[in-house]
């Protein structure tokens, strides 16, 4: 029960009229911010922290706007992959794999709708799993260690063949393309720098929002040039707008599966939103009894990531506030920030600042409910995007990806990687390649190899050491079974196999 | 992809500084924070949220507030290479660029010695001063064996096997460098059977170590205060002259200890190498004036920091022979040739 009183105190913190305005204002400019391809959550609260300053705002406030400007471009990431297939950030990636067939089949706003509500459900248990359990779970950190990851990564490596429903040989090689991208760069064992050619700009490796936007959007537009604007992949019809409460009852048990595994990858340092919404989007694919429509327009493949990457957003809090250990890019800057408004992120937080924690928890849920009410009847206006004619919507999309990418890092070098990125992506759906796992091999790769390198370093090179704790043991098991199953299940239940279209 | 463009033209010049200006810049201004005066502009060189962030930040901010300045300066994050692609830039696009600032650590100093900067070195910059400074700690979990730096030492002598490093910066970097120079003066000369991971970044580091993944910590005290305070870290030394002030006096330094090494992460800027000497002499003024201020000293404590002070010439005189000893010691491990 203290929990509650601790909440009613946060409440009490957050519940004045200025937090309320600061929390309605952090969700509508997170909003438009995550409109913005290439310009994600973590950049839009870094390009917001002067603004929390400048106001005068006690580190209460300075939180909730943040988090709200967080979460309002969380949201914001979905609408892009769902109207256009291109994802607004890395965790709406999966997003646009079911998606955007939706709104091809004219069910735009219904996946709108219900990605809305997934989020909303995904983000309002982790704010309740973050609030009941957060100093226990951050315990779960001290299990970890580089074998334990590597087998974690090695766990969503192995369902990457499966993501693709027509070709998993394709998906494979689009994978190992992602893996040998995320090579580039300075290797972290040696200190030494790999295929840069001695280019400064690659020495940090290929940012995956150059590549996203590149593989994504830029793409699109070289497609559309080709077809004189006839083979649009904007051919999303418009429809009247109503609220699937069928598809939002239908799905219901996805969010809730979907949290849980998405709110266990945000827990874990360094994997995050991406593999959180990932490995939602595979198990639930793996779960359910007919995914013969998964790719395809399935509304659980919209609920399930959605719902994922909120609640690992939720659950990446739990190791930046009771570590500091920044669970993700964005949790990253709001650590930043907290530690210039002299809090000390630690396992004394929430003890030593508890105004500060349940203040920011209580704005967690007021924000997510300030989203979920500008987001379903907002999705009127969002779709009226689809009436701009695609000879304006498409290159002013990408025209807004070059403001984004350029502002990463400043230089005109991403922008012609972009351009480099974005001819592969043509090239490679010329030959039906699916571009998702290329990305997924970059976010994941880097994570993979320095966990197993690490690993050796520890070991002195002695290989059993992978299989030491019962936790990297249950995630080789199910790592095996990932990868193998599929395949026997194919030929004991001759699923017949899905025909490309 | 470097650009070459002679940057003497003055339009020229002023087309690079508004291409360079990055949409932080213009959404700052769109907001009307910025007074429509020219405002000055720091560069942190690493993505929003390290040292180079904070260094921008609070030193920008202080420098402001009490009117060190005439507008707020405005930070920009240049992430990559380490801090190389802000130096590129600044050397090749804003040479004598006088309303430009940019943060700087030990981490500078180190790959500049490393010739990790694409063959840039230390003397096409001019160091400003640094007026504040992280000390280099070793730290174990609180139920370790060790129970001095001598303890950890003699059992990384004994069997080098048997003891992880862990740290937040990558293999060759400063904290890697804290315990080879640390293991150098106690008479442990086979470096390369010492075993180090890099992470990302301390609070990682110390996660991995609390977790008995690794057998001790290197870092900084600023990555270890929260920890510290729960009691789930000793800290076996300071890589300090004297012991540290406050709370933390009792924590022995490795001096004390007979391994005589001194290792701070200090906090800094330079300046582009082209600029008058007035604009030198008012840059360091001013960061000199944030040094003796109340805010610093708030904000250094804050944030684990102890008083380190050079400003001007004599933090040039300083770098150098960082940099000198970096590249001695850099030769001998193998990092560099």
């Not at chain 1, 400043?410 to 992506?425: A, E, Q, T």
């Not at chain 2, 057998?215 to 300071?238: H, N, P, Y």
């Not at chain 2, 250094?300 to 001007?312: H, S, W, Y």
Request: net charge negative; aromatic share 8%.
């Amino acid at each position: 029960m203290e929990t509650f009183s601790l909440l009613a105190q946060g409440f009490a913190v957050a519940l004045t009229p200025t937090t309320l305005a600061l929390a309605v204002a952090g969700c509508i400019i997170g909003t438009m911010v995550g409109a913005l391809p290439g310009l994600g959550p973590s950049n839009g609260v870094a390009i917001l922290i002067p603004l929390a300053f400048s106001l005068g705002l006690d580190a209460t406030e300075a939180l909730i706007l943040m988090t709200s400007v967080y979460y309002g471009a969380m949201y914001r990431g979905r609408i892009s992959s769902i109207l256009l297939n291109i994802p607004g950030d890395e965790p709406a990636l999966m997003t646009t794999l079911d998606g955007y067939p939706m709104a091809r089949d004219g069910r735009a706003s219904d996946a709108l709708v219900l990605s809305g509500v997934a989020s909303f459900v995904g983000a309002l248990l982790a704010t309740f799993g973050l609030m009941l359990l957060a100093p226990v779970l951050a315990r779960v950190a001290y299990l970890f260690g580089p074998a334990e990851y590597f087998a974690l990564y090695l766990l969503a490596f192995s369902t990457l063949g499966g993501i693709a429903s027509d070709n998993q040989r394709k998906a494979a090689l689009a994978a190992c393309m992602g893996l040998a991208i995320a090579m580039i760069g300075l290797d972290n064992s040696t200190g030494m720098s790999r295929f840069t050619g001695g280019n400064l700009h690659l020495m940090d490796g290929v940012d995956f929002l150059v590549a996203i936007v590149g593989l994504f959007a830029v793409s699109e537009v070289f497609i559309f040039i080709e077809s004189h604007g006839r083979s649009s992949a904007i051919g999303v019809k418009l429809e009247s707008i109503t609220i699937p409460f069928k598809d939002i009852v239908n799905t219901f048990g996805t969010m809730l599966r979907s949290t849980v595994i998405g709110f266990v990858a945000g827990i874990l340092p360094g994997a995050g939103a991406s593999l959180g919404s990932f490995l939602a989007y595979m198990s639930e694919k793996a779960w359910v009894r007919d995914n013969s429509q998964f790719g395809k327009g399935d509304p659980r493949g919209v609920a399930a990531p959605e719902a994922g990457n909120k609640a690992a957003a939720g659950g990446a809090l739990v190791p930046m506030l009771t570590l500091g250990v920044p669970g993700s890019r964005t949790t990253a800057v709001l650590l930043a920030l907290l530690m210039t408004l002299n809090i000390t992120p630690g396992p004394l937080q929430f003890t030593e600042r508890p105004e500060v924690v349940w203040g920011l928890m209580a704005a967690l849920l007021i924000a997510n409910i300030v989203l979920l009410i500008l987001n379903v009847p907002m999705v009127r206006i969002f779709v009226k995007v689809l009436s701009v004619p695609p000879w304006i919507l498409l290159p002013g999309a990408c025209m807004v990806s070059f403001v984004g990418i350029y502002s990463l890092s400043g230089s005109y070098f991403d922008l012609v990687l972009m351009i480099v990125f974005g001819l592969l992506g043509y090239f490679l759906r010329k030959l039906h390649v699916p571009t998702v796992p290329i990305i997924l091999g970059i976010l994941l790769g880097n994570h993979m190899e320095d966990s197993l390198r690490r690993a050796m370093v520890i070991s002195g090179g002695d290989w059993k050491y992978l299989f030491q704790s019962g936790i990297s043991i249950g995630f080789w098991i199910a790592a095996i079974i990932g990868f193998v199953a599929p395949v026997f299940l194919r030929r004991f239940l001759k699923t017949p196999t899905p025909h490309t279209t | 992809m470097v650009d070459h463009r002679d940057s003497t033209n003055p339009l020229e010049r002023e087309w690079n500084k508004t291409h360079t200006t990055r949409l932080a810049a213009a959404v700052l201004l769109s907001l009307g924070l910025s007074s429509g005066l020219q405002a000055a502009e720091c560069i942190a060189p690493a993505n929003p949220g390290g040292g180079w962030d904070f260094t921008c930040r609070s030193i920008g901010k202080i420098m402001y507030d009490i009117k060190a300045v005439d507008s707020p300066i405005q930070v920009t994050n240049m992430a990559g290479a380490g801090g190389g692609l802000a130096y590129t830039h600044v050397v090749t696009e804003r040479a004598n660029d006088e309303e430009l600032i940019v943060a700087a650590s030990s981490a500078t100093a180190t790959r500049l010695a490393q010739n990790a900067y694409g063959g840039m070195t230390a003397d096409q910059v001019r160091f400003l001063g640094a007026i504040g400074a992280d000390p280099g700690v070793i730290v174990v979990a609180k139920d370790s064996p060790f129970q001095s730096l001598t303890d950890l030492i003699d059992a990384v002598k004994a069997d080098p096997g048997q003891v992880a490093f862990a740290g937040g910066s990558a293999v060759g970097g400063f904290d890697h460098l804290k315990v080879l120079m640390a293991l150098g003066r106690a008479g442990f000369d086979d470096i390369t059977k010492v075993k180090y991971i890099g992470v990302d970044g301390g609070a990682d580091a110390i996660t991995q170590t609390i977790g008995g993944f690794a057998q001790a910590m290197t870092g900084d005290i600023s990555e270890i205060v929260g920890f510290l305070k729960s009691g789930d870290v000793r800290v076996l030394a300071s890589f300090t002259e004297e012991r540290l002030p406050g709370e933390f006096n009792d924590i022995p330094t490795a001096r004390e200890q007979g391994i005589d090494v001194v290792a701070v992460n200090w906090r800094g800027l330079y300046v582009p190498k082209d600029i008058s000497d007035e604009a030198y002499n008012k840059w360091s003024d001013a960061l000199a004036q944030v040094a003796a201020s109340d805010e610093w000293a708030e904000q250094m404590q804050a944030n684990g920091l102890a008083p380190f002070t050079k400003v001007g010439t004599e933090f040039q005189g300083y770098v150098d022979g960082v940099i000198e000893e970096i590249r001695t010691l850099s030769k001998e491990i193998g990092v560099i040739q």
